[in-house]
């Protein structure tokens, strides 16, 4: 069973498994730049009172450039690609359909969040009263949780998984041996 219960507007983390989410991840992968720790898919139903009136959708990577976490959107470069497009929207209606057949109910908030190591969650929310007005206030509705959510609220993660990445830097022994190689190579 999951541990996503329909109350509220909160997130919850959806514990069960579908072989819909490594086809969304390898489809969404092949998309990022260099450097990209973090790779975010979110789906939010929008309405206006009652009468549901769409979906925004953000893809967004979250790189390290320099040392700074960046978020780029790809949402249109994964779009444009019809067959992709395809693709992830059907992957993306079969993990909606195993939520909704786990939790028994209806899923207005998703979030895809595929990291740099390979793990992948899914978070999900219920009861989601959200306007297309609501995204664009100042600030913008607290379920929207785009790349910049992620830096803003999930730095210190995002920062180990940049390490975790990156491996042990050198020792003090092997950064010496290959100065002498580099000195060997240039004859100095």
Known sequence: MTSAEPTGPD???WQGSSKALVEIGDLL????????LRVLLQQLTLHEGTREVGTHEVIDAVTDVGGNLVT???VDAVRADDR????????IARLRSDIA???????E?????ID???????????ALEISPQDLIDDPAHPALR???????HDAPTLDDLRDRLAGPAPSLLQRGWEAVRGWVRRGD
């Not at 992968?29 to 990209?36: L, R």
């Not at 740099?116 to 219920?126: E, N, P, Q, T, W």
């Open 11 to 13: 997130y919850a983390t």
């Open 29 to 36: 992968v092949a998309y990022v730049p260099e450097g990209t």
């Open 72 to 74: 780029f959107p790809l």
């Open 84 to 91: 992709t497009s395809s693709r992830l929207d059907a992957a």
């Open 101 to 107: 057949e786990e939790t028994r109910a209806q899923v």
């Open 109 to 113: 908030g998703l979030e895809v969040t």
């Open 116 to 126: 740099g190591d390979g793990s992948r969650r899914v978070r999900i929310a219920f």
């Open 146 to 152: 785009d790349g910049a959510h992620h830096v803003r």
